[in-house]
């Protein structure tokens, strides 16, 4: 039973991960085109940084970082007045009121915890990919749709909102489409993260069952669970693209490229 | 202990696992005898940077390989696909078409314990099957067939935006069949392909970190870079250090590939005049 549920696991993971990796993404590519010197720096680097390391490794690396990080933070503001240090050795020790979770807090918010820093981690990483596509997008708007919008008399940040942002989503749909489908690809990855994802329950339960502790003994399965969860992924796939291709054909609508211009000749 | 003599201990950590004695015909000697290995036992505590930097590094050796082998054997597999799928005849485009969505469409992650589990089944039946559950193959052919497909699609892409004019000019000199292919079509084919393969050279090694990671045992802790830096953040319980140093190494690698496959790159453009030679536009690598 719960092999199926960790289906919806992974679901509810891409589920809540793209709109928060779109959000770091949107965050990112409106800080590296800012005027702000600082603030593009920091939209850069990040862009940077995280395209240009090893992906599983950030992975490995944000699970503990993250939970450190803030577990470090609560121990700085929950028991200011403890003296050891908080790295002994090979010991990373903090107060026990700044555990995350509470160390006698139930079993399932240990889980919502892990699931909490995998979705944090796979936003920090996607979102970056996501700036890049959307810093792409932005600079990909036709220049004269932003000085009509000046000659209209919009400041600024009016012709950001009004003008950029509605326009830039179908430059930026074949990058974050592809983005998607990494995304999809990637979700297999939360076995590392430790949380009991579908890879997890296809090893427990497709490993060989003796009949001394269990009703049902069977053979080594595992190969086909992991076929079972390989077909998934393919289904899954072509779904996405049929999907992605109706979105595109939607955002097209009405826009001054070669594909909306094609939309508006088949229809008259 | 100096960091010398670390190197000397752990250096080939990633390979061997104990010293072994080897012996060499020579031409002024019955037998050139030598030592090679590394220390058995992986450090236990008081872990120096020194030893981080030098086991990982030692397993960077693995990365390499895989990567390597892979991409070299791909590129003919992956020509052959990518042919198959511009073939006229219709069975070779639907094979080929098929082979480029099954390993394009799923995770490697998922292809690799498929693999796995696959092998060892294969291994109840015939015994010529052992030593495919080990990484050293059973993982190289994964990475092999998987770098294939993503290296097809990119060729079958190049194929098809061969300009026209081209082969219209092969055909006027009378040119067909193989050499037509040998002359005109592969080589600008491989031009316009190449700076989206360095792309696909880049994801593959950065792809061979996973080989550890989805069953494959690493006997007697025999692993890769990415194997060794999780094996010191466990241990330490601090991930900024091990991590940084993965990294850096993979940048290093990185910029080696794109420096070979730029020189490759160079001679494959070398009629042009310099003024038209496009500058190589890398995108960074995407996860697969």
């Avoid at chain 2, 052959?80 to 070779?92: T, V």
């Avoid at chain 2, 850096?248 to 001679?267: D, E, H, P, S």
Wanted: aromatic share 16%; proline share 5%; net charge positive.
């Amino acid at each position: 039973m719960a092999f199926y549920w960790s289906f919806g696991t992974v679901l509810v993971l891409l589920a809540i991960t793209a709109p928060v990796a779109l959000a770091f993404g949107f965050a990112g590519a409106s800080a590296a085109r800012s005027r702000l010197l600082p603030l593009r720096w920091l939209g850069k680097g990040y862009i940077m940084v995280v395209r240009g390391v090893p992906d599983i490794a950030f992975f490995l690396f944000f699970v503990i970082a993250l939970d450190q990080g803030f577990e470090y933070l609560r121990h700085l503001a929950i028991c200011p007045d403890w003296d050891q240090p908080v790295r002994r050795g090979n010991d990373f020790v903090v107060c026990p009121q700044a555990k995350l979770p509470l160390g006698n807090a139930p079993q399932v918010w240990h889980e919502i915890y892990g699931f909490f820093l995998a979705v944090l981690t796979f936003a920090i990483v996607f979102g970056a990919f996501a700036a890049n596509v959307l810093f792409g997008a932005m600079r990909a708007v036709p220049r004269a749709q932003m000085e009509t919008a000046e000659a209209f008399g919009m400041s600024q940040r009016q012709a950001f909102w009004r003008v950029l942002v509605p326009q830039m989503w179908v430059y930026a749909l074949p990058g974050l489409s592809n983005l998607w489908m990494v995304l999809i690809k990637a979700t297999p990855l939360l076995f590392l993260l430790g949380v009991k994802d579908i890879v997890y329950w296809a090893r427990e339960l497709g490993g060989t069952k003796t009949p001394q502790f269990t009703d049902y003994p069977h053979g080594d399965w595992r190969m086909w669970y992991f076929l079972a969860l390989l077909v998934f992924y393919l289904a899954f796939t072509r779904l996405s693209e049929i999907v992605l291709a109706r979105i595109m054909a939607r955002l097209t609508h009405g826009q001054a490229t070669a594909a909306g211009e094609a939309q508006r000749k088949a229809a008259a | 202990m100096s960091c010398l003599d670390t190197i000397a201990d752990y250096g080939l950590r990633s390979m061997f696992s104990g010293y072994h004695q080897v012996h060499l015909p020579s031409a002024d000697r019955p037998w050139l005898s030598f030592t090679i290995g590394a220390e058995r036992l992986l450090p236990r505590s008081d872990f120096t940077l020194c030893q981080q930097f030098t086991l990982i590094g030692s397993g960077l050796i693995w990365n390499i390989y895989f990567g390597l082998l892979a991409l070299l054997s791909g590129f003919f597999l992956a020509l052959s696909l990518a042919l198959g799928k511009a073939s006229r005849i219709w069975a070779l485009r639907k094979v080929s078409g098929g082979f480029i969505l099954l390993f394009r469409g799923s995770p490697l992650f998922i292809q690799f314990f498929l693999a796995y589990f696959l092998f060892r089944n294969l291994k109840g039946v015939a015994p010529v099957f052992d030593p495919f559950t080990s990484a050293w193959l059973g993982a190289l052919i994964v990475l092999f067939l998987n770098t294939a497909a993503y290296s097809a699609e990119i060729f079958h892409g190049a194929l098809q935006s061969i300009p026209k004019g081209d082969l219209e000019a092969a055909d006027a000199y009378g040119l067909s069949g193989w050499s037509k292919f040998r002359r005109v079509t592969f080589p600008t084919m491989l031009r316009l392909a190449w700076p989206a393969y360095i792309n696909e050279a880049i994801f593959l090694f950065h792809a061979t970190t996973l080989v550890y990671f989805s069953g494959f045992p690493a006997w007697q802790q025999k692993g890769d870079a990415l194997y060794y830096a999780n094996f010191f953040a466990d241990k330490t319980f601090n991930p900024f250090v091990p991590y940084p140093i993965l990294a850096g190494y993979f940048i290093l690698l990185t910029l080696a590939i794109i420096g070979l496959m730029g020189l490759i790159n160079r001679r494959l453009n070398r009629h042009l005049p310099r003024a038209a030679r496009a500058r190589l536009r890398l995108r960074p690598n995407l996860i697969r």
